[in-house]
C-alpha cells in the first residue's frame, strides 16, 4: 500500500517548455487535489477532483489543466512553464471513508529558468 | 468563503519546554479542522483533527488541540517538545458547502532549539 506517489521527483524546465506531473493513489478514494507550496504562502490548491470524471478549478488554476484519467490517477500539465510556477506541487486524496482527511504525496519541486 | 490565519510565522523553543501554536478561521458553516505537520523535504501527514464531539483532540507525538468555537479557534499544543518535533505546521479547515476542500494556513516554523 504506497499510498499517493508522484512522478518526478525533480523538474528543471526552460521558460515555454510544457510537462507532465503525474499522480496515482491506491486507498480507492473518489476525490484528489493538486495543490503548490511556495515559501511564506502555505499550500494553495490549483485544481481538484470530487469524483472521477469531474474536474473543478481552485484558487490559483491559471497556467494549468488536469485530468481525472480513472479512479487512480490525477495529472497535472503546464502547457508553457513560466518561472513564476517554480513551486513545489503536491498531490492529496481523501474519501468519506478517511473522514476528510486528506493524505499527500511527496511532492514534486519544479524549477522553471 | 473560509480562511485560515496562523498567527506566528516562526516559534522558537528550547528543547522540554511546552508550546502554543495558534490557528483561527473563519467560516459561515460548520466546519472541520486539522493540523498537519511537514518535515524538511517531505509531503504533509496528518497530526490531528477535529470532525465532531469532544473539542480536545488528541493526535499523534503527543499533540493535542482545542476546538473554541466562540473563539474560532484551534490551537495545538504540546507539553514538552523535542529536537525532533522541529518542522513546519500547518492548520486548515473544510467544511461541506465547499466540497470538502481544504485551505490552508500560512504556516508556523517550529525549531526546537537544545
Known amino acids: 500500500n504506497a499510498g499517493v506517489t508522484q512522478t518526478p521527483k525533480f523538474q528543471v524546465l526552460k521558460t515555454g517548455q510544457s510537462m507532465t506531473l503525474q499522480c496515482a493513489q491506491d486507498?480507492?478514494?473518489?476525490?484528489m487535489y493538486w495543490y503548490r507550496q511556495d515559501p511564506g504562502m502555505g499550500l494553495r490548491l490549483i485544481y481538484y477532483?470530487?469524483?472521477?470524471?469531474?474536474?473543478d478549478k481552485g484558487e490559483v488554476p491559471n497556467g494549468y489543466n488536469v485530468s481525472r484519467l480513472n479512479k487512480r490517477e490525477f495529472s497535472l500539465r503546464l502547457e508553457s512553464a513560466a518561472p513564476s510556477q517554480t513551486s513545489v506541487y503536491f498531490c492529496?486524496?481523501?474519501?468519506?471513508?478517511?473522514?476528510?482527511?486528506?493524505?499527500f504525496g511527496p511532492g514534486t519541486r519544479l524549477l522553471v529558468l | 468563503a473560509q480562511s485560515v490565519t496562523q498567527l506566528d510565522s516562526q516559534v522558537p523553543v528550547f528543547e522540554e519546554a511546552p508550546v502554543e501554536l495558534r490557528c483561527n478561521y473563519s467560516?459561515?458553516?460548520?466546519?472541520?479542522l486539522f493540523w498537519y505537520v511537514q518535515y524538511p523535504n517531505q509531503g504533509l501527514q496528518l497530526l490531528l483533527k477535529?470532525?465532531?464531539?469532544?473539542?480536545l483532540v488528541k493526535g499523534i507525538n503527543g499533540f493535542e488541540a482545542e476546538f473554541n468555537k466562540s473563539q474560532t479557534s484551534f490551537h495545538l499544543r504540546k507539553p514538552s517538545v523535542h529536537i525532533s518535533d522541529t518542522a513546519e505546521y500547518f492548520c486548515?479547515?473544510?467544511?461541506?458547502?465547499?466540497?470538502?476542500?481544504?485551505?490552508f494556513g500560512k504556516g508556523t516554523l517550529l525549531t526546537v532549539n537544545p
Open positions: 492529496a486524496s481523501s474519501d468519506w471513508t478517511s473522514a476528510q482527511t486528506q493524505y
Open positions: 486507498m480507492n478514494h473518489n476525490s
Open positions: 477532483s470530487a469524483s472521477e470524471g469531474t474536474t
Open positions: 467560516s459561515s458553516v460548520s466546519v472541520y
Open positions: 477535529y470532525l465532531s464531539g469532544s473539542t
Open positions: 486548515a479547515v473544510s467544511d461541506r458547502g465547499s466540497n470538502y476542500k481544504l485551505t
